[in-house]
């Protein structure tokens, strides 16, 4: 079985839908469900004997200990962390408290049970941690995709944070030994998306009449990342990734914001016909330290594993949007915080398991 951190949260609940739907592997899933932690997500699973819920912090060392232990993970793909940039720049405490001093506890814990395998446990064991390009810093119109080489350069407490996890891991396994690898992702979009985030943003505040806010001039730059095919390059490096390695996973789907706004109102404006969507576009204050550009070569994992990205920015966009209109009661849990209360209705009899 494997063990998965922040399985809750938007990437990490479509990577556990995708694990259960592509094999029989059991997984358990530990999240502490904080504000973008949403357990509804993963109800299609709730009862499958496959899958294990835990409600818990990766930063209490003794359940941590307790987990590994009992389920003997065959590897671990760390999810969880805090990632909005805007919530970072107002109170970036818990960015430290979560990205560097929880992730620390994880993965000094691992480490000490790893030790402490037989040797067959110890070679077969996999540390998967997932980050973010954001790392590397801002591009110019001009500079190159980032590469598994580019030096890090974070510029606001998220991605400063992120950078201080990537460095651990790197360390455990050249201190420890500890078996470890990384991913690197562009900016993801999909479904069950946390409505904080630009792309579902814009299509609740579409679908409700409101302004699409825009920073700046909404000429930033993104590589945008279908969140399936992000789950897809997971699974190739955990299952064939060179342990001690990073490898960067984006769509090559370079877009400005603005555009991305755009095409998000024409696909409503097909849709939902009998609204001017592209009326709401409101252009607001920018972001302070807003990186200008990120772009991401996949050259490694493409040679080395064989990932492809499946679907375009046209296509994945479309199922996102799509998604988003047929979950209308998934949009009034999490914009009510109804969905805050699943864990009090689901499991109130006998607990999380």
Known sequence: MILVTGGAGFIGANFILDWLASGDEPVVN?????????????????????????????????????????????????????????????????????????TFTLIDAVKEWWR??????????????????????????????FSEVTPYAPNSPYSAS?????????????????PTLT?????????RQFP???????IVNATAGKPLPVYGDGANVRDWLYVGD??????????????????????????????????????????????DYDALVTFVADRPGHDRRYAIDSAKIRRELGWEPAETFASGMRKTVRWYLDNAPWIADVTSGDYRHWIERHYAAGGAR
Do not use: W
């Open 30 to 102: 530990l999240d502490k469900l904080t504000y973008a932690g949403n357990a509804a997500n993963l109800a299609a699973v709730e009862r499958d004997p496959r899958y294990v819920f835990v409600h818990g912090d990766m930063g209490e060392r003794a359940l941590v200990t307790s987990l590994l232990a009992q389920h003997r993970p065959r590897a671990i793909v760390n999810f969880a962390a805090e990632s909005h940039v805007d919530r970072s720049i107002r109170g970036p405490a818990a960015f430290i408290d979560t990205n560097v001093v929880a």
């Open 116 to 145: 402490g395998e037989d040797a067959a446990t110890r070679e077969a064991f996999r540390f998967l941690h997932v980050s973010t390009d954001e790392v590397y810093g801002s591009l110019g119109p001009d500079d190159p995709p």
């Open 162 to 178: 992120k950078a201080a996890s990537d460095h651990l891991v790197r360390a455990y396994h050249h201190t420890y030994g500890l």
């Open 183 to 191: 991913t690197n992702c562009s900016n993801n979009y999909g479904p």
């Open 196 to 202: 904080e985030k630009l792309i579902p943003l814009m």
């Open 230 to 275: 992000h789950c897809a390059a997971i699974r190739a490096v955990l299952a064939r990734g060179r342990v001690g390695e990073t490898y960067n996973v984006g769509g090559s789907e370079e877009m400005t914001n603005l555009a991305v706004v755009r095409a998000i109102c024409a696909l409503l404006a097909e849709a939902k016909p009998g609204r």
